[in-house]
Nanobody, 118 residues
Framework: QLQASGGGLVQAGGSLRLSCTAY????????MAWYRRPPGKRRQLVAT???????NYADSVRGRFTISRDNSGNMLYLQMISLKSEDTAVYYC??????????????WGQGTLVTVSS
C-alpha cells in the first residue's frame, strides 16, 4: 500500500527528493517515517513525522534532510541535500496507524535505492 520512488545515482554534495505514495486506504495514521538500509548494515531510522507535522531526524541527517507530508496525508517526501557517500542505502517509507484498542500496525513500501558517488 506504500510505494517509494525518486532514488537514483547522485554525486556527493548533490540532492534528491524521495516520494512515497499511499495507495488504498490507510486510515488513522499516527506517524510516517523514512528508514534506510545501507549495504551490509541494519535498517536505520532516518526521519519521522506525526499527523501534527512534528518531525524528528537521525543525528546523521539532521540539517540535510527534510521530511514532509502533503495535506491529504497520502504523500510523504524526503528532501535530501548535501548528500554523502554514507547516505547510500535502500530507502523505505513507513506508515503506522492504530485501532481504538491501542494496537499499532506497520505498513512498508518496497524501497528505492539511493547511491551517492564520491
Amino acid at each position: 500500500q506504500l510505494q517509494a520512488s525518486g532514488g537514483g545515482l547522485v554525486q556527493a554534495g548533490g540532492s534528491l527528493r524521495l516520494s512515497c505514495t499511499a495507495y488504498g486506504s490507510i486510515s488513522s495514521i499516527i506517524r510516517m517515517a523514512w528508514y534506510r538500509r545501507p549495504p551490509g548494515k541494519r535498517r536505520q531510522l532516518v526521519a519521522t513525522i506525526t499527523g501534527g507535522s512534528s518531525s524528528n531526524y537521525a543525528d546523521s541527517v539532521r540539517g540535510r534532510f527534510t521530511i514532509s507530508r502533503d495535506n491529504s496525508g497520502n504523500m510523504l517526501y524526503l528532501q535530501m541535500i548535501s548528500l554523502k557517500s554514507e547516505d547510500t542505502a535502500v530507502y523505505y517509507c513507513n506508515a503506522v496507524n492504530g485501532d481504538p484498542w491501542g494496537n499499532e500496525y506497520d505498513y512498508w513500501g518496497q524501497g528505492t535505492l539511493v547511491t551517492v558517488s564520491s
